[in-house]
């Protein structure tokens, strides 16, 4: 049975065994009792005699008790309740017994995970699950990524020494032992990495018209960009200029292209870790 659920504990007298009324007895075996806080346990540790009840456990009912059957239910299981049960019924000639050993199963729950994570490309990680259940939980760990296959570690602990930017992204502890469903979590790993411009184009555009410098980037935090005309910053709001910065790129937009616009023009892309530079020219067509 699973942890909260219900028992009911049945023996079946042999036919052709005479039995006298009320002479069952229904003890929890002595060995390996547990007592809970609050409660009291006899030397006999019985549960019920005949139809008379001896343990102050009112998750424990009986059932029936017939010259043909002898049953009790105990409610809510948990896994105090694990170990031997022996009936013990008195015959004319001697007293026959059963017993029964009660495996109670608990579903896995993870009480211990590792925070989400931020560390610059490099660094080594260390990730740790932690689970209970019986019997004891299998924990595996999974990189939630497109390219990754498989588990990558199937124990409580995952390292990764020296991480790089691909490796960045969820990763999933799951927690199973066939009771029930598999439970999941998932901590959160941010490889930090310096800029890195991805593209940055020369472009020609004709006098009088639009014109546009494109300079893309990838960085972790995301960077920041400056655009230079040789070397004078160009500085957002500057007569028929617009600068757009986003996290992964920036754009500069000429409104109407002259002479004096056509140049080298350099992207810088910055962060806490470091700073790249691309050059591009804007030219005459």
Known sequence: PFLSQTLTLLFLVPAGVPVR??????????????????????LSSILYAGN????????????ANTKTQYSIQ??????????????????????KTSRVHLIVQVSPKIIEISPDISINEGGNVSLTCLATGRPDPTITWRHIS????????????LEITGITREQSGEYECSASND????????VKVTVNYPPYISDAKSTGVPVGQKG???????????????????????AEGQKGLKVENKPF?????????????YGNYTCVA???????????????E
């Open 21 to 42: 009324s009320g002479d069952a007895t229904f003890p929890k075996a002595m060995d390996n009792v547990t007592v809970r806080q609050g409660e009291s346990a006899t």
């Open 52 to 63: 008379d009840k001896w343990c102050l456990d009112p998750r424990v009912v009986l059932l």
């Open 74 to 95: 105990i409610q809510d299981v948990d896994v105090y309740d694990e170990g031997p049960y022996t009936c013990s019924v008195q015959t004319d000639n001697h007293p």
């Open 212 to 234: 546009i410098l494109l300079c893309e980037a990838s960085a972790v935090p995301s960077a920041d960009f400056q655009w230079y005309k040789d070397d004078k910053r160009l």
């Open 270 to 284: 910055s962060n806490q870790l470091g700073n790249t530079n691309a050059s591009m020219i804007l030219y005459g």
């Open 179 to 186: 009771v029930s469903a598999p439970v999941v979590q998932r």
């Open 249 to 261: 790129f920036s754009r500069l937009t000429f409104f109407n292209v002259s002479e004096q616009d």
């Open 146 to 157: 497109p390219k990754a296959v498989g588990f990558i570690s199937e124990d409580e602990y």
